[in-house]
């Protein structure tokens, strides 16, 4: 079935990978930040009422994760109050919102190698994760109809993440070493792959909280070495600590995600997250 499909955020990581695998089997349209602002409520009901879209996959959020803890107002207007508005008015369409949330939402004081599962108890620690909280809430208390995937260490050939940052940083200098943390666990995601997991989820419709991320977990260490083999890097990869590169925000040390819905309701589509880095640097390969 095809399905009406309006896709917020759409020209960063996510929202162009979304745009390209939905666009397979779906009517989409896409809006960036200037086409419909979601902190606006009249731009989004103007645009839903115009669209009248079966699903609205929102890509859009203030993700700098640092800044947040700064620009704390900005943070909460677009991810909070903006996912807020969407829901209210895709409810009044009877549209399902598809929100992208975050393993931020989590403390990370759970023991490695266990991961967070749907149902444990969310408990931010940066101003990033607690409006993305937020975000969840105001959803739920708005709509019946959603679907709120957290997912996590996400990458994509649109956009700047870890990955491309490190690449970068490795053929500027071919001889120089590049220090990389080895103390927080999590799994890496291709926005790919998670693109594809968001059709399954539509096409089976779904509803409630799903956790999607790369199967298994590593370190940012541990997923540097990896993508560097797969790149044919040779520069010099040093492990530390997270006190090595102190940040403004609190990161989780443990951002493992299990996708127990997804297991459990046989949906789970996302490899291992060795396998998404490899389909990364397929493409990657082929862009640079």
């Known amino acids: 079935m095809a399905f009406k499909i309006l896709v917020t955020g759409a020209f960063g990581q996510l929202g162009t990978d979304c745009n390209k695998i939905l666009s397979e089997k779906n009517h989409v349209t896409v809006c960036s930040h200037e086409q419909m602002d979601i902190t606006i409520p009249e731009n989004v009901n103007v645009a839903l009422m ?3 879209p079966d699903i609205i996959i929102n890509c859009a959020a203030y993700t700098r994760v ?10 909460y207007k677009v991810n909070s109050e903006g996912p807020e508005i969407l829901a209210r008015y ?3 369409i009877g549209a399902t919102l598809v929100h992208i949330s975050t393993d931020y939402v989590f403390d990370g004081n759970l023991e490695v190698p266990q991961g967070y599962v749907e149902t444990d108890s ?3 620690v940066s101003v990033y994760g607690k409006s993305k909280y937020e975000g969840e809430k105001a959803i739920v208390s708005e709509t019946d109809h959603y679907v709120i995937i957290r997912t996590s260490w996400l990458f994509g050939i649109s956009g700047k993440n870890f990955l491309k940052t490190i690449y970068h940083k490795a053929v ?3 001889t120089k070493a590049l220090k990389i943390i080895n103390t927080q666990y999590g799994s890496f995601t291709h926005t790919i792959h998670l693109a594809r997991q968001i059709q399954t989820l539509i096409d089976s419709k779904a509803t409630g909280i799903y956790h999607a991320s790369g199967e298994g977990y590593c370190t940012w260490y541990e997923g ?3 993508f560097f083999n797969a790149m044919s890097i040779h520069n010099d990869l040093i492990p530390c600590t997270e006190k090595e590169f ?3 925000a609190v990161r989780p040390q443990n951002s493992i995600l299990d996708n127990r819905r997804l297991k459990d309701e046989h949906m789970n589509e996302i490899p291992q997250w060795q396998e998404n880095i490899d389909s990364f640097v397929r493409i990657f390969k082929k862009e640079i």
């Open 172 to 174: 500027s200098d071919h």
């Open 224 to 226: 540097a070495r990896y």
């Open 50 to 52: 115009n669209l009248k």
């Open 66 to 75: 640092d800044d947040c803890e700064t620009k704390i107002d900005f943070a």
């Open 246 to 248: 102190p940040t403004k």
């Open 122 to 124: 969310p408990n931010p």
């Open 90 to 92: 895709a409810n009044q």
